[in-house]
């Protein structure tokens, strides 16, 4: 069985905590569809300091979350979507699947984007989606980012750590230096209306026009108790 998940939710907590309840207690394969509002999300194996300027996120009410696939660390506005694909394999994944269904949907658009070997897209050489991928048992999940009229000044200046920006990796465990790449918006190129009907022609592209699905009320409570007991704690955030 297959949902179809168009989130009315902008809360980063909420869907980091959604994801990874429909991944470990969902048996459905599923696509989600989701927007954030101002907020910067950092890999599983980061550190903070070495990734954001955290002081100026702070001031701009940024909210800082941490997820818990690998990869580097985005930002998130109103002017970008995340798309998340769950499913059950039956084999070792391969994670382009998920890449060429984006790169295959952009192409619907007209759009001539690349994607690299780290499962982000390009455009006109700029990257306009990053990725990051998970596996649980016989589940994987692969979510990215798709930039369509994000703030880039502002994802430039949160995404700069200042002086913290020369941390030593080698001295830091397992944390992971994200790969820094020079952004631009898909708005620029192809103008599909505001970001909302951009997220609408997705959701029917991805859903094939198959009814959309909301979460339940037990759902939800399992949801919000993963939210609250873990992805807004500061120790999860701020601490690994």
């Known amino acids: ?61 940024i909210q800082i979350a941490r997820r818990f696939s690998g990869g580097g660390t985005v930002y998130h506005d109103l002017g970008n979507i995340n ?25 619907s658009l007209g759009l ?16 306009i989606s990053g990725s990051a991928q998970y596996v649980y048992k016989n589940r994987v999940l692969y979510h990215c980012t798709m930039l369509y009229d994000t703030d880039l000044k502002t994802l430039n200046k949160v995404l700069n750590p200042g002086k913290e920006k020369n941390v030593d990796f080698s001295q830091s465990g397992y944390a992971v230096p994200s790969v820094k790449s020079e952004v631009t918006n898909i708005c620029n190129s192809f103008f599909a209306g505001t970001v909302d009907r951009f997220k609408e022609t997705t959701f029917q592209y991805f859903s094939q026009g198959q009814t959309a699905s909301f979460f339940n009320k037990q759902e939800l409570e399992a949801i919000y108790q993963l939210r609250e007991e873990k992805y807004m704690r500061e120790e999860w955030i701020f601490s690994r």
């Open 112 to 127: 001539n984007t690349q994607g690299d070997e780290r499962l982000g897209i390009y455009l006109n050489k700029l990257k």
């Open 1 to 61: 069985m297959s949902r179809y998940i168009n989130s009315p939710s902008t809360d980063i907590y909420f869907h980091l905590a959604a994801e990874e309840y429909l991944l470990k207690q969902g048996a459905d394969d599923v696509f989600m569809l989701w927007q954030n509002t101002s907020s910067v999300v950092l890999g599983r194996h980061q550190r903070v300091c070495a990734e954001i300027d955290r002081r100026w996120a702070e001031q701009q009410q």
């Open 83 to 107: 798309l998340t694909f769950i499913e059950t394999v039956s084999s070792i994944p391969d994670f382009t699947v998920y890449l060429q269904r984006t790169l295959d949907f952009l192409s």
